[in-house]
């Protein structure tokens, strides 16, 4: 066939076959692993923090391409970011970079969000002196 | 880049042929098969050739016994909800067994919110229909037994002659959907004892746009699109004759080649089957081994520690067309339901990815689908949190357990109930 | 000798840029639309652009308003049957014309053994709906109003944006079956008010096996072919992408070439009434006279003292394809229930002739079809005992009554009368 | 076209478009009338008998290609009978020699039947004395 045919736009489909940060982070800071249960993915994501920002994100995820595509796109746009500004973070700004997904698919950067959050959880459980600062479990939850 | 079809269960191009054969029907015959002229009444016996064809690629009496419907899911429909409303005074008690396709569950489900009830009967862990629990679910006031020939996801084939069996001891219509296996496998409507029978041409390198039901006078049947009197009554509108033609074409080119198409497509399913297993750790197979319960065409696989979507969207940009009854790849995010009634753990479910094979694959298709699926297997795992729990013993595999670790299912479960939703 | 095809209503042949279009999707592009690797995503492509032609011909806000089924009927069916079901617990009240076709009328027959009830709304001797009636038929628990925007038989508009009117007012959302005008005359869904518009392709130079609902968000709709999730879950079946692609080009083409047809028919359409008018005593017209409430393809004839079928199959011999709504050409025995709604007179309904005009009609074709046809009701005439009784003032003239005699209809009462069975 | 498709058989068609024995008969001995409740097709048939034998007949039809041809046939068939044998005619025979008609329009056949035997009542009550050799009433009810 001469031209191609995808189903997902050039970002997901470039994110899918190259995704960037694939793997687990040796001495993570905080590791999240969740699962949907709407459709069984499971999404982990591991994040080396210091001095309360992200130095290093990675993801693995069992899902379909834009489940990997959104962890991928995940943790590119949060290393840097502050825990606060990561604890802010929404599933939109995943489906915005990545130019859109179909709708029965947005429920994969809900995801990617939620592996976030609970790696950043992880984290904060670890360093209960940080617990006052960013009440975790409320912006998880939200 | 090699370009393998491995999806002739979802649809075949249509044969050069067939192409030809309707090709006059567009242009130049292109009248209405109701007007009493020339061009009327010349496509009424383009009608009549193809009922012929119809009627001989299932050994059905006669070519009247044929009414051409739109497709193989509206065929289905006329089946169950013609019947039903035909016997409604009778009784209102359907039978189908718990793996029938859609068309058939959906059309069930229908008429359930109308009043009719409806008994599912269990398959085993290959997807063979229970025999004892279809004749337990059979009574007085049941009107049709609903059993496919060959199953469209994992390619069982369905002890048919014995339902039939069952079916004529009990004096109840039985209707096979044979849209899985016509084309590909010998249907005989006399020896299923069948007194419907459905299929569609787009499966065997026919047209879409016609799908034929065949009904034997045991079954009463009423239409389900009302209008005009075309099929005698039984289906309203008019009749997309170059389709009609073309599978009629299709059906018997079918007839002729069926030995061949078998040959071919077992010799490479059990190839490719043999292939995998040697190639790729934690793959399994749903459905009965390649044999005699098996259709040639049909492997149904489960790769253990990913998921299907994925593997199917890699094998497309390697040129690999394949299908999986994944939760992902579906519309509703729920796992086939074929699936689901084998009772297959949802990991493997997750997991899925269907091939099928038709007469334009060759041994290299095999083997270039072999090595580069064992390359996206491997690369899907190395991004799997799953394969490297169970390398490291956090979790066990289903296909091959080890002993070590939870299951994959309480390991989804623990995570998703983390899930702040 | 000449042909003359005078059966556009019945179908139309392919254009060849529509069947160039449809071309690749046969052999190359034979995927599956469900399918989630090149050959589906490539059909799913053809899909959505038709569905924007589809759109763009009827001035439709999106594509997706746009539904594919298989043809007109089930069309019909399913903007019937479909705010039937999908409203049931609002009201089971439904209002249609008393000259919608037979796939309206007869899924509102369906309905109404399963509980419904329906108000036919009565035509005026031209076919023309009487608003007040339509107005008085309006209940609160009426769930839809059915009216065609142009009628199949004799070629009446209907006041459709009166009708959208009297809709709106009530609240109650308007289905217009566009099947005898889409392509040959501007349909205009926001001018209609209509909830829902549907046509068919095969009517306007596309293939036959492709259906069109539009259907906005006014209307409630659920499928009536269940299955698969196809068309937004409305319609399960695998979809006929050939086919839904050709109709798409021949809803581009007919959109652009809509003046011209409109044109060229008219100019044929009075030429030929005229002519036939001259050479021919005791015809009529049945519908409005050509003008502004008749379409410009149909004439729909009665010639007094001879019988349809005689007449088509006569013109038929002389390459000259016509139809015929009298009974002896129905499968039923029955006359057209168009014919009886605007209360023609058994004898007229019973020399029936309807010619309907295309775009490859010419002049001389009109020439021809005067000529030959002015023959043939003298032959028809010569053989007909109501002619000769007619002559001897034993019976009377419907259409010119010269006072003597009885009439045909009394007459024939009394020699059926005599009949032994 | 290359090739013709018509409705009807070539016997049926043949008689369709060149019927035989078309028109009235002046001074008939006996002329039926009759017309088919069902779909409205009325049919006259006009007979010369001379010695107990049919020696013309004539018809004319208002009706379908299938009722000109069933009376064309019928003329036919009748031409030289006996009253006798003419009241035993039956539909079967204008079937049989036409090589069939389709089921809907068997009924045509009938009305040939019926037109012939309302000629022959006509014509036996014209001759009462020959009301004790055939029961013509009976024979037509059957
Ligand atoms: C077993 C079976 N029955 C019915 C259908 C419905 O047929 P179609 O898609 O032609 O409408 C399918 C289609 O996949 C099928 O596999
Ligand atoms: C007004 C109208 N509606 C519906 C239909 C049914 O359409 P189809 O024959 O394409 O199924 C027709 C067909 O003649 C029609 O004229």
Tied chains: 1, 4.
């Excluded at chain 2, 242009?27 to 064809?53: C, D, I, M, P, Y």
Aim: charged share 20%; proline share 4%; glycine share 8%.
């Amino acid at each position: 066939m001469s031209e191609t045919y995808t189903l997902y736009n050039s970002t997901v489909m470039e994110h899918f076959m190259n995704p960037r940060n694939m793997g687990d982070l040796k001495d993570a800071d905080g590791v999240g692993e969740v699962g949907a249960a709407a459709c069984g993915d499971i999404m982990k994501i591991s994040l080396k923090i210091s001095n309360g920002r992200i130095e290093d994100a990675r993801f693995k995820t069992f899902g379909c391409g834009s489940a990997i595509a959104s962890s991928s796109m995940a943790t590119e746009l949060i290393k840097g970011r502050t825990i606060d500004e990561a604890m802010n973070f929404s599933n939109q700004e995943v489906v915005d970079a990545l130019g859109g997904l179909p709708p029965v698919k947005i429920h994969c950067s809900v995801l990617a969000e939620e592996a976030l959050k609970a790696a950043l959880e992880d984290y904060v459980k670890k360093h209960p002196e940080l617990a006052h600062k960013s009440p975790a479990s409320e912006t998880v939850a939200a | 880049m090699r370009q393998v079809y491995l999806d002739h269960q979802a649809s075949t191009p249509v044969l050069p042929e067939v192409f030809d054969a309707m090709k006059p029907y567009f242009t130049e015959a292109f009248g209405n098969a109701s007007s009493l002229h020339q061009h009327g009444l010349r496509v009424r016996e383009a009608l009549k050739r193809s009922r012929g064809q119809m009627a001989a690629l299932i050994n059905a009496d006669s070519a009247e016994e044929i009414f051409f419907t739109s497709d193989g899911t509206e065929s289905a429909n006329l089946a169950i909800k013609g019947v039903a409303y035909a016997n409604e005074r009778r009784g209102k008690h359907l039978v189908v067994s718990a793996t029938e396709h859609p068309s058939v569950m959906q059309s069930v489900e229908f008429l359930e919110r109308q009043g009719w009830t409806c008994t599912r009967v269990p398959v085993d862990a290959d997807g063979t229909l229970q025999l004892e629990a279809l004749r337990a679910a059979i009574r007085p006031e049941t009107v049709l037994v609903a059993v496919h020939h060959v199953n469209h996801d994992i390619g069982t084939i369905q002890p048919i002659r014995e339902v039939g069996r069952v079916c004529a001891e009990t004096g109840v219509p039985l209707y096979v959907d044979c849209e899985a296996s016509a084309g590909w496998l010998p249907v005989d409507v006399r020896e299923f004892g069948a007194a419907m029978v459905s299929f569609s041409p787009h499966r065997f390198y026919g047209p879409k746009g016609v799908g034929v039901l065949y009904r034997n006078k045991k079954a009463r049947l009423v239409s389900v699109i009302h209008g005009g009197v075309q099929e005698g009554g039984r289906r309203a509108g008019t009749e997309n004759i170059p389709a009609i033609v073309g599978g009629g074409m299709a059906a018997e080119i079918s007839l002729t080649e069926l030995p061949r198409r078998i040959a071919h497509t077992a010799t490479l399913q059990s190839r490719l089957w043999k292939g995998l297993k040697e190639r790729i750790p934690y793959i399994r197979l749903n459905g009965p081994e390649p044999g005699p319960r098996r259709i040639s065409t049909n492997l149904n696989l489960s790769t253990e520690f990913i998921e299907g979507e994925g593997q199917l969207l890699l094998c497309d940009l390697n040129g690999i067309a394949v299908a999986s009854g994944s939760s992902c790849v579906s519309k509703s995010l729920k796992i086939s339901h074929v699936l689901a009634a084998i009772g297959l753990d949802h990991a493997l479910a997750q997991g899925n990815i269907i091939m099928t094979l038709g007469m334009a694959n060759t041994v290299e298709d095999v083997d270039y689908t072999l090595e580069t699926f064992a390359k996206i297997v491997t690369k899907l795992r190395g991004m799997s949190p799953m394969w490297d729990e169970f390398q490291r013993g956090v979790i066990d595999s289903v296909i091959a357990p080890t002993g070590r670790g939870k299951s994959f299912s309480q390991h989804a479960a623990d995570v998703s109930g983390k899930a702040a939703h």
